[in-house]
């Protein structure tokens, strides 16, 4: 009598729900706990069955002996390797082990701010940031209880197209109501991202991340770009001075060409900084003209300092590889009038075309904050083209620059095995004069590499991480005192030599030139 009664009641009182929708789970846990639904629907959606396959839901239970392979939908998948479901199960001599996988819509997981006074763990000063795949996120659970710290990972493949060029595997912590990818790799093949991940949560894809910004740190940025471009300017000032009186007792092309590049570095500080000031008046109409005139200004210093970093490098490939029979008729002026002819010709084009003004500039924080400079007007369509030829041409420039770089290397290279091999065969036995000349020589490549602009290679890592940003912020920001540093190098190389008859082949062939008018 006993067991037929609690037969009855598992009748009336069934503990699964057959014939449930689970979108009917993921709405009454929102209208019961509306901030912590995934909690709710976690512990809820296992006693949902539905007497028909829906699409994006699986309940199942499967054998914990075997792996088990799971598709919701067509581009999704779960696999749990027989290992996790053993340890998974409550007891050795249970012979199935429920498995949950639904896909869910990305737009029910939203971020909430959370006040800085009740934070009382550090929260983390990097975050990966981006667009759902899909706009879809699959759950996955086994059992009854959290897993977590699995020795073999999960993995879970969500199919993508070509469009998406990179992504990053996350899950939803509910605690911080944000996407982390702490416990997950992410593994991409020409049509699917490969997820593992050492624990089962709500999981996704975010697609192109972004790289956020704290607050903090975006104020440091900004303090560090400001003094930098001010000491910056000063320092360019100053070495105008020190390539003056170092043309004066040596006439050399290389020097006007250092003097060229430094000018344009000073206008371009000049141009950022007086930009940026302006910008921060309260009065954002009144003399909009003059913003747009920073902006023009800006935009061509820039453009004539990758000028004349370009022109540095034409020089040096002059230096290196054409060294005899070279003589090139007003050689100087024919730089400065592609150095200042190229970026006025350009501005002058730009111009009437009411590209410069205001330019808003969103700070990759995490509160997706704005900033304003006098640049170009972000409100016009012809600055995204503009905005792609400049940066094009900085590329093309970094990149010739480069080679130029490895040829000096080169060739560097050759001359000490050259002048090696007629002192000593025996290496091993190096005099300290070839050390220092070694050093030396280090010391040149450093200071040709900023004379080369190649710190503005160093964009590419504001996209990979935070350090990426500083070390581009600050050596960017920093120009005008390598500057100063090469044209102080200069000045001592000048000064020794004429205290001494016996000079370095190899970097006075790097430092000097000697081409004819």
């Not at 971020?111 to 990966?128: H, N």
């Not at 959290?146 to 998406?164: A, C, G, M, R």
């Not at 001010?230 to 360019?236: H, K, P, V, Y």
């Not at 041409?393 to 620059?401: D, I, R």
Request: positive net charge; proline residues 4%.
């Amino acid at each position: 009598m006993k067991w037929i009664t609690l037969y009855l009641l598992t009748l009336c009182f069934p503990t699964t729900t057959a014939g449930c929708n689970p979108l009917d789970v993921i709405k009454k846990c929102q209208d019961e706990e509306p901030e912590r639904w995934t909690r709710c629907y976690d512990d809820n959606i296992t006693e949902c069955r539905p007497l028909r396959r829906a699409s994006g839901f699986v309940n199942v239970d499967l054998n914990p002996s075997v792996q088990a392979e799971l598709g919701p939908t067509s581009n999704h998948e779960v696999r749990i390797p027989s290992s996790a479901l053993q340890r998974i199960r409550r007891t050795p001599s249970e012979e199935t082990v429920q498995v949950v996988a639904s896909v869910i819509n990305s737009t029910l997981f939203q971020r909430t701010p959370r006040s800085r006074g009740r934070s009382i763990i550090p929260q983390p000063t990097v975050r990966v940031e981006g667009t759902v795949l899909r706009g879809l996120v699959l759950f996955v659970k086994a059992g009854s209880q959290p897993v977590s710290n699995l020795i073999e990972p999960i993995q879970l493949i969500f199919k993508h197209t070509e469009k998406e060029n990179n992504g990053t595997c996350v899950f939803w912590k509910e605690d911080e109501t944000e996407w982390s990818s702490e416990g997950c790799s992410t593994t991409k093949t020409e049509d699917e991202f490969i997820c593992s991940c050492n624990h089962l949560s709500f999981f996704a894809v975010l697609v192109n991340p972004d790289l956020k910004v704290d607050e903090d740190h975006v104020k440091a940025l900004s303090y560090i770009t400001y003094v930098g471009s001010a000491l910056s300017a000063f320092f360019a000032f100053i070495s105008l001075f020190v390539y003056v009186g170092l043309h004066r007792r040596r006439s050399e092309k290389a020097l006007s060409i250092h003097m060229q590049l430094t000018t344009a570095l000073l206008c371009l500080h000049l141009g950022f900084l007086s930009g940026s000031f302006w910008s921060f008046l309260p009065d954002e109409n009144k003399y909009s003209w003059v913003c747009g005139g920073l902006g023009l200004f800006l935009h061509w210093s820039l453009l004539a300092t990758l000028t004349w970093v370009a022109v540095e490098g034409f020089h040096l490939y002059l230096l290196l590889i054409r060294v005899f029979n070279i003589y090139v008729r007003r050689y100087l002026l024919k730089l400065c009038l592609v150095g200042w002819g190229f970026p006025t010709l350009v501005v002058a084009i730009c111009g009437p075309l009411r590209v410069y003004g205001r330019y808003t500039l969103k700070s990759r924080d995490s509160n997706d904050q704005t900033s304003e400079i006098c640049w170009m007007n972000s409100d016009i369509p012809q600055t995204k083209l503009v905005t792609y030829i400049t940066v094009a041409f900085l590329c093309l420039v970094v990149l010739y620059n480069t080679c130029m770089l490895l040829l000096v290397v080169f060739k560097m290279r050759e001359l000490r095995r050259g002048r090696g091999e007629r002192e000593s065969s025996d290496w091993k036995k190096m005099s300290k004069e070839k050390e220092s000349r070694l050093w030396k020589d280090g010391a040149t490549v450093l200071g040709l590499s900023c004379v080369l602009g190649l710190p503005w290679g160093l964009a590419i890592l504001t996209y990979v991480n935070l350090p990426g940003i500083y070390l581009f912020t600050i050596f960017n920001s920093l120009q005008g005192l390598f500057i100063f540093l090469w044209s102080v190098a200069l000045s001592c190389k000048s000064r020794s030599e004429n205290n001494s008859s016996v000079r370095d082949p190899s970097t006075q062939k790097m430092m000097t030139t000697s081409f004819n008018n």
